[in-house]
């Protein structure tokens, strides 16, 4: 009996078992919640694979970078890489999308791990780590993603007919170009202009990383506009007037035609310089005194993106100036105001009034925390005759609008004296 007992037992089929092994400790300690949640992304992905190839979700993932759905395309980049877990495309799509989304730890991760894979090719991983850097960290990222940029420029040159030749580079919008040699350039010579400004030699290292971007693109705007702030903080202010209105020639009548035709072309766009260093150039313009110029500039910012506190608080000091400027000029020349001329004032005071009540009322309402700049702000409408009143001084904030910190409204620079 007990034999034959024995025996059943032995020959009774096993039940299948389809839970993960339970030596993978780091399933046994997920709770039941995410063990659901592991078994459907697994079966997604078994799914997906059926479904799309790598190439094809990679271009699902460009349509949605395209049209600034980066959340979905996250999710087309993961599908990718799940079943290319090496892929080099897609994990610097991904550390884009990522960075994008504002998720910067993560995006970290990707672009370290595409470095590990890929040291040697594709550069704008290394630029992307340069930026979320700061001092001789940064400044070696960006010296290894110079290396592999000037390694693939020569590697195209070679195989072009006339090897060496900027034409045919530039033209291809996906090749690298000598103006990305002249930005990565730029962005180690800023370091040494703000984070590393007291280290030793760090004028002339920024002077001379400046000089290497010029080299390498003489016509770029933002190495022109860094070699006017250098000028300007060794007091060769004169010098520095010259290369700053060089730079704002090249792309402010591009964005004035931009305006006027609400054109957002993307050949266009590209020679407009991003927005914070646009900022940069409304205060180099003021403190050069070209204040109209100054005005064109923030004008245009603020048709970009109304809800900057800086970006008001500078479109009312710049009024204030003009103001002031034209008062001053009507002394010297010591005759009496005319009612032209009373007509400006008026307009310019105004204007000064609502644009700083404007910055006052946004900096409130976004939580910024740049309490210099509010002490002039105040102090400007103090004198301006206070605040402006009813609902034109109170800008609209958008709900998800994210409270701005010092070290956003001063990606560019520190706030100007006053």
């Avoid at 860094?226 to 700053?244: D, I, K, P, V």
């Amino acid at each position: 009996m007990g034999g034959q007992a024995k025996g059943k037992k032995k020959n009774k089929p096993k039940r299948k078992d389809n839970r993960p092994n339970k030596a993978d400790g780091e399933f046994v300690m997920l709770s039941p919640q995410e063990r659901m949640k592991l078994r459907m992304h697994e079966k997604a992905k078994k799914k997906t694979a059926e479904k799309y190839s790598v190439l094809q979700l990679l271009e699902k993932t460009e349509e949605c970078m395209d049209s600034f759905d980066f959340e979905m395309a996250a999710l087309y980049c993961q599908r990718a890489l799940d079943l290319e877990s090496t892929n080099l495309q897609a994990l610097d799509m991904l550390g884009h999308i990522c960075s994008e989304l504002g998720d910067t730890q993560k995006a970290k991760g990707v672009f370290l791990r595409a470095v590990e894979l890929s040291p040697d090719v594709g550069h704008s991983k290394y630029m992307y780590l340069g930026q979320i850097h700061t001092g001789q960290e940064a400044i070696d990222y960006y010296t290894r993603g110079i290396q592999v940029l000037l390694s693939t420029l020569e590697k195209q040159a070679q195989a072009t007919p006339q090897a060496g030749a900027a034409a045919p580079l530039d033209e291809d919008p996906g090749l690298p170009t000598m103006k990305d040699v002249s930005v990565a350039y730029c962005s180690i010579a800023e370091i040494y202009l703000t984070d590393l400004c007291m280290e030793e030699g760090a004028a002339d290292k920024c002077r001379e990383f400046i000089d290497s971007a010029l080299q390498y693109n003489h016509d770029n705007p933002e190495a022109l506009q860094l070699m006017a702030s250098y000028l300007f903080s060794t007091e060769r202010n004169q010098e520095g007037r010259e290369y700053l209105l060089k730079s704002v020639g090249l792309w402010l009548p591009a964005q004035k035609q931009s305006a006027a035709s609400s054109s957002r072309e993307e050949d266009m766009q590209k020679e407009i310089p991003p927005y914070e260093s646009r900022i940069t150039t409304a205060k180099l313009l003021i403190e050069a005194e070209e204040y109209e110029m100054a005005v064109d500039v923030v004008e245009g910012l603020l048709e970009e993106d109304d809800e900057v506190v800086q970006v008001w608080y500078l479109s009312g000091w710049v009024c204030h100036l003009q103001l002031e400027k034209a008062k001053e000029q009507q002394v010297r020349e010591g005759r009496e105001v005319t009612e032209e001329e009373k007509e400006e004032w008026t307009a310019l005071k105004e204007a000064a009034r609502l644009h700083l009540t404007n910055a006052k009322k946004l900096y409130n309402k976004v939580r910024c925390d740049d309490q210099p700049m509010l002490e002039h702000v105040e102090q400007l409408l103090g004198e301006l005759g206070g605040e402006m009143e009813g609902e034109e001084g109170d800008p609209d904030v958008d709900e998800d609008y994210e409270p701005c910190s010092d070290e956003e409204e001063d990606d560019a620079e520190a706030p100007m004296e006053h």
